[in-house]
C-alpha cells in the first residue's frame, strides 16, 4: 500500500473488513498512543494493522488518521456509510472554518475524494509547511478531527463552539504544564509567554484551569488532554517533582484513576525515549525549542511567500493595519485583540496557503502571525501604517 499513490484508501478499506480488528474506541487511543499518533510522532501503523516497512511517517500518519476514522465510525454507524459520514463531516467542517477544502468538495464523493481531503488534512502542502512544525501541532492536534467526528456521528452537526473550546482547553492545560516545570529553560519562559499572548487572541476573557477542566465532559477528552500535558513535559527528557506532582494533581482534576494517569506518563516517557534517534526533532533540541524555533521560521516562511497578496488584503482594512502596527509598542486591550483575530482570520479565509490558520490549533500561532507581518511586508506597508497613526 502507497498512501502517496491514488486507491490507497480502497485497499486499506478492504484490508481492515478482511482484518479481525477491535472496534473499542479505548483500545483504538492506547494503540494510537503508542504508534506515536496522539504525540504527533507517528513511527508505525495503529495496533500493528500492517506492516509499516519504507513508508515515511506522513504516509504512516494518513493511514493512521483513516483507520481511526474508520473505527469512530463503525463504532455506532454502518461501515458502508463510511465514506458519506467522512465527506460530510469535513464539508461541514469545511464550510465555517476554512476554505482549504474548496478545490475538492463537490467532486464524486469516494474514496479518491477522501484521499484528497486527508492529504491536504495533514500535510496542507509540502512546499509551504515545515516538517518540524506538523511535529508538534497539526498533527498532534489531528484527534481533534477524531472526537468532532465522533460528535458529529452522534449529532449530525459539527460545533464551532466545540472545537474552538478543546483548542482554548489544550492552550489552557498546556501552558499550565509549562509553568509547572522547576528550571523554566530560554524557551520555556518564550513558549510560556506564546501560550498567554495566543490565549488573549483567542478569547475575550482567558480561560482559567478550572474552567477547562469543566469543559471536558467526556473520558476520552479528559485522557487525550492529559497526554498532550505528558508531552509537554518532556522537553528536558526528565520529569522532576513539581513536574510529576502537577500531572499527578491534573489527573486528580480530570478524574482519572491513578493507574491511568501512571500508565500515561510511562507510555510517553517510554515512546520518547524509544523513538529519540528514529525522530529527528529529538535527535539534537528539546521539543519546546524545536516547536517555538520551527513555528516562527514556519510562519516568516508562509507570511513572506504570500506577502504581495497580505499586502492587498491589509491595504483595505486601515483599521486592522493600525492594530498590527500598535502591537509592535503596547499590548493591545482585549477589545482590539478580538478585533485583530477577527479581521486577520477573514484574511486568512480568502488566501489558501493560509489556511493553516483557521484549522485545530492554528489560532495558537497568531502570536507569532502578528510578530512577522510588520518585519516581513514590503516597506510600503509601514509607511502606510506610520501615516495612519
Known amino acids: 500500500m502507497n498512501p502517496s499513490a491514488n486507491g490507497w484508501i480502497k485497499k486499506l478499506i478492504k484490508a481492515l473488513q ?14 494510537l498512543r503508542l504508534c506515536g499518533y496522539v504525540y504527533g510522532s507517528n513511527t508505525g501503523v495503529v495496533n500493528n494493522y500492517m506492516e509499516k516497512g519504507d513508508l515515511s511517517s506522513e504516509e504512516i500518519c494518513k493511514i493512521n488518521h483513516t483507520i481511526a476514522l474508520y473505527i469512530s465510525n463503525n463504532e455506532t ?13 469535513y464539508s461541514k467542517v469545511n ?14 464523493e469516494d474514496e479518491a475524494l477522501l484521499e484528497s481531503i486527508v492529504h491536504k488534512r495533514i500535510q496542507i502542502d509540502d512546499n509551504l509547511i515545515n516538517k518540524s512544525f506538523n511535529y508538534f501541532i497539526t498533527n498532534a492536534l489531528l484527534f481533534i478531527d477524531i472526537l468532532a467526528f465522533r460528535d458529529f456521528l452522534t449529532t449530525g452537526s ?11 482547553i489544550i492552550e ?12 523554566k529553560t530560554e524557551y520555556d519562559s518564550s513558549l510560556i509567554n506564546f501560550f498567554e499572548q495566543s490565549l488573549r487572541y483567542q478569547k475575550e ?14 473520558d476520552l477528552d479528559k485522557q487525550y488532554i492529559f497526554d498532550l500535558a505528558c508531552m509537554s513535559t518532556w522537553s528536558d527528557k526528565t520529569i522532576d517533582d513539581k513536574e510529576r506532582y502537577f500531572l499527578i494533581q491534573l489527573g486528580t482534576d480530570l478524574k482519572i484513576e491513578q493507574d491511568k494517569v501512571g500508565n500515561s506518563i510511562s507510555v510517553m516517557h517510554n515512546f ?54 500598535q502591537s509592535t509598542i503596547r499590548e493591545l486591550t482585549v477589545e482590539e485583540q478580538k478585533q485583530v483575530q477577527e479581521q486577520l482570520l477573514d484574511i486568512f479565509k480568502s488566501i489558501p496557503s493560509l489556511a493553516i490558520f483557521i484549522l485545530p490549533g492554528g489560532a495558537i500561532l497568531l502570536p507569532l ?18 501615516e495612519e497613526q
Open 172 to 183: 489552557t492545560i498546556v501552558l499550565n504544564t509549562l509553568n509547572a516545570k522547576l528550571n
Open 18 to 31: 478482511t482484518s479481525e480488528h477491535s472496534t473499542s474506541i479505548i483500545e483504538l487511543y492506547n494503540g
Open 158 to 168: 459539527v460545533s464551532e463552539i466545540d472545537i474552538k473550546q478543546k483548542e482554548a
Open 205 to 218: 476573557i482567558k480561560l482559567g484551569y478550572f474552567e477547562a477542566i469543566a469543559l471536558l465532559k467526556t
Open 369 to 386: 502571525v502578528i510578530k512577522f507581518i510588520p518585519k516581513l511586508l514590503p516597506s510600503s506597508f509601514d509607511d502606510n501604517r506610520i
Open 272 to 325: 520518547f525515549t524509544e523513538h529519540q534517534k528514529d525522530i529527528v526533532l529529538l535527535g539534537s533540541k528539546n521539543i519546546v525549542k524545536t516547536f517555538y524555533d520551527n513555528s516562527s521560521k514556519m510562519v516568516s516562511k508562509l507570511i513572506s511567500r504570500n506577502s504581495k497578496r497580505l499586502q492587498k488584503e491589509l491595504s483595505q482594512s486601515k483599521e486592522l493595519m493600525f492594530l498590527i502596527s
Open 95 to 108: 464550510a465555517y472554518k476554512t476554505s482549504f477544502l474548496s478545490d475538492l468538495l463537490g467532486k464524486k
Open 77 to 89: 454507524q454502518d461501515p458502508n456509510n463510511f465514506l458519506d459520514n467522512v465527506i460530510s463531516f
